[in-house]
């Protein structure tokens, strides 16, 4: 039987060699250009669900067992979108993403952080 210390030293080896996420620093897109290469058409993954941005700047998706719909454009140096997920409407939003190898998140205006999902 382990020790409580190697337990726990045990666990968090575990936990570490289990955790996910880029090991670069996240960088903005900048550009819309920038922002085609890099996510449109590719699905934007979240533990709930995923998010298409198409070509023809329209949002598709699944969460759960909701379906996801919207639009975007690339206005400002920001990406911005009207979505509906389910019965649920969001509010029109610009973010600015950013990317670490094959994730993404979203700043907000305020500076707070979407969750980060990975494209695939």
């Known amino acids: 039987m382990l020790k409580p210390v ?10 570490a060699a289990c955790a996910t996420g880029p090991e670069t620093p996240f960088a ?4 819309e ?15 709930s669900g995923s998010l298409v941005a198409n070509p023809d ?3 598709t998706g699944t ?8 639009r975007w454009e690339w206005r400002d140096g920001r990406f911005c979108r009207d979505l509906v997920i389910g019965s649920r409407d969001f509010p029109f939003e610009c ?6 190898e094959d994730y993404i998140r979203f700043v907000r205006a305020d500076g707070s952080l979407s969750e980060t999902a990975r494209l695939r």
């Not at 973010?95 to 670490?100: I, K, Q, R, W, Y």
């Open 57 to 59: 700047s329209t949002l």
């Open 63 to 70: 969460f759960g067992s909701a379906s996801a719909k919207g």
């Open 28 to 31: 903005p897109i900048t550009s």
């Open 95 to 100: 973010l600015t993403p950013e990317t670490a």
């Open 6 to 15: 190697c337990r726990a030293a045990f666990g968090a080896i575990l936990l």
């Open 33 to 47: 250009a920038e922002f085609a290469e890099k996510v449109v058409g590719r699905s934007i993954e979240y533990p």
